[in-house]
């Protein structure tokens, strides 16, 4: 199976936040897209940034344009979202962002009613049905595609780090699980999700392809859920590991570590330079460790089986690529990422409410809530 890689411009950015719909009053969610959508598609549709529906009802989802920094992408995101509460503040709807809503229940959900949402759960079945996670997806374009695989390899080795910044899914169907990400380990429940496959260069990914498409695995490339992925169509590597971000700095800050990450590996590859990678068995280990930990996990950093705690080994690598970061132009939002390192991750913050308000998790949606509207600078003040 030949499959093409789009041109793209190197290091360019693409966002997609998905976003929960909720009630003001319970914070339980509210089915309510379907009503939204088409006015807001109407709206956007002279605009960068577009507002899609999702697999349940209770979602949307705001995409950016092709964005020459983050900052620009960012924009397009804001003004989505300020599209979007045009629509929802008249209609009683509030906002939030996270892996997982801390007590809504999966049998109280409405799937969209499109072909390809019924025909995954009805493959997927209780796993599809218990889908209710959100997640943060980031694009970064790449000029050949024969820097695709190598880059991956090589980012792969930072999955954990990612996750433990954006984890934002502590609690499930109302419990407390014990894990900063639980989105992680349910989402690669999913035939075809999860860490990627050690593919080595676009022929075998070709390969891949073609195995899956005649076994009936998948239809074409846009059914590969891996964690990082290649997007022929836009000529990008896909980072899908995150949660929800609660915030838009947050949402920003893990962008710019993302983009800074693609372009030093693209650079070394540049120099004629061996990428760094990582036994899969060890990124395997390092993703329960981010699911199970967070930001207090300790990860494995090189093949030797060398470990780290994620807070230093961040702190280092945020030290080494800050070069690159003031190239690309998104210095301010590659430092913001020491303020999550230093304040905690939106898990830990859901935590900390949860604790103040005696297991309360309604205290913990409307802290979601606030937080989306405002910052986690106004949530922290009023609670």
């Known amino acids: 199976m030949k499959l093409e890689f789009a041109p793209s411009a190197r290091s360019t950015v693409g966002l997609e936040w998905e976003i929960m719909l909720a ?8 089915g309510r897209a379907p009503e939204l959508l088409s006015a807001l598609e109407a709206e956007s549709a002279d605009e960068r940034h577009t507002v ?3 697999l349940l009802t209770n979602t949307i989802e705001v995409t950016s344009g092709v964005g020459s920094s983050v900052a620009h992408a960012i924009d397009d995101i ?11 503040d008249p209609a009683g709807i509030e906002l939030l962002s996270a892996g997982s809503h801390p007590f809504a229940q999966w049998y109280e ?9 019924h025909k995954l759960i009805e493959r997927t079945q209780w796993w599809g049905r218990n889908m209710m996670i959100w997640g943060i997806h980031v694009h970064i374009g790449v000029e050949d595609h024969r820097k695709v695989f190598p880059i991956i390899n090589a980012l792969a080795g930072f999955l954990p780090h990612l996750q433990s910044l954006a984890a934002s899914s502590p609690f499930w169907a109302g419990e407390r ?3 900063a990400s639980n989105r992680a380990l349910v989402f690669q429940q999913l035939p075809t999700a999860g860490l990627p496959w050690p593919l080595h260069d676009w022929s075998q990914f070709e390969s891949f392809l073609d195995d899956m498409v005649r076994t009936g ?3 074409d490339a846009s059914e590969v859920r891996w964690d990082i992925r290649p997007a022929p169509r836009w000529g990008t590597i896909e980072v899908r590991a995150c949660d929800g971000m609660s915030t838009l700095p947050e949402l920003a800050a893990v962008a710019s570590l993302i983009q800074v990450l693609v372009e030093h590996f693209s650079r070394q590859l540049d120099e004629g330079r061996e990428l760094p990678t990582l036994q899969s ?4 280990e390092n993703k329960w460790r981010a699911a199970r930990y967070g930001l207090d996990a300790r990860v494995i950093v090189d093949s030797h089986g060398g470990q780290r705690d994620v807070r230093d080994h961040l702190s280092d690598t945020l030290e080494e690529l800050a070069p690159i970061a003031v190239d690309l132009g998104c210095e301010r939002e590659f430092a913001s990422i020491g303020r999550i390192l230093q304040d905690g991750a939106s898990y830990a913050r859901q935590l900390t409410v949860a604790d103040a308000a005696g297991g309360d998790l309604s205290a913990v949606v409307h802290h979601l809530i606030r937080e989306f509207r405002s910052g986690p ?4 003040h009023e609670e």
Do not use: C
């Open 23 to 30: 009630d003001p009053a319970s914070g339980d969610l509210v």
């Open 52 to 54: 899609t529906g999702e």
């Open 78 to 88: 804001a003004k989505a979202i300020s599209a979007v509460r045009a629509a929802t």
């Open 109 to 117: 959900q409405q799937v969209t009613d499109k072909t390809r949402y």
């Open 177 to 179: 699980t014990g894990y």
């Open 217 to 219: 695995v998948m239809a």
């Open 281 to 284: 068995w060890f990124h395997r």
């Open 377 to 380: 600078e106004a949530s922290t």
